[in-house]
């Protein structure tokens, strides 16, 4: 096969693994936030659904999320070694810097669970609603990265970030004041 079909293959196989990640951060967090809300619960429905909770977290973890950040980091590892002068390029650089962020919040979701796990997580539901944002938030800029490349401009994509998060965190001020 020529170079071109390998990076094909590559780029496919990168935005699959990128969009199990999404999805599985999506689902992880989401059930934090049920499983915040089940500690108000009275006893024994509480500890039934904490149960339940920690069981369907540590499934998304290992079943969705390890092997989708490997996907994704290997085969984006893969196209870069395919056209390696990307790597010189603003661009890559501040996406790369988003997936390594996005990697170690990945990452960081154990604690949570570990916590919500023992039952001393300190974090009520609209922390974890705040929290299952993140890949949002950095979502966006890795695609406008990746779609505009070199045409983007960084204080434009960061401005335009920024008014994204004041949204979000309107959105859920205001779904969660009523």
Not at 54 to 72: D, F, G, S
Not at 82 to 88: A, D, G, T
Request: zero cysteines; hydrophobic letters at 55%.
């Amino acid at each position: 096969m020529d170079t071109a079909t390998w990076y094909s293959i590559a780029k496919a196989l990168h935005l699959i693994g990128m969009a199990s990640w999404m999805a599985g951060m999506f689902y992880l967090v989401r059930i934090m936030v049920y499983h915040a809300m089940a500690a108000a619960k009275a006893s024994p429905e509480r500890e039934i659904l904490a149960s339940q909770f920690v069981t369907m977290e540590w499934k998304a973890y290992k079943i969705i999320l390890r092997p989708a950040v490997v996907i994704t980091w290997s085969f984006g590892v893969m196209m870069l070694f395919i056209q390696p002068v990307w790597l010189e390029q603003g661009w890559m650089q501040v996406k790369l810097a988003f997936l390594l962020l996005l990697t170690g919040y990945t990452h960081w979701l154990q604690s949570h669970i570990r916590q919500l796990e023992a039952g001393t997580s300190a974090h009520g539901h609209l922390y974890f609603r705040a929290l299952n944002e993140v890949p949002t938030i950095a979502l966006a800029g890795i695609v406008f990265l990746a779609v505009f490349r070199d045409r983007i401009s960084f204080l434009s994509l960061f401005i335009g970030l920024g008014i994204f998060v004041g949204l979000i965190v309107w959105g859920i001020w205001r779904a969660n004041s009523r």
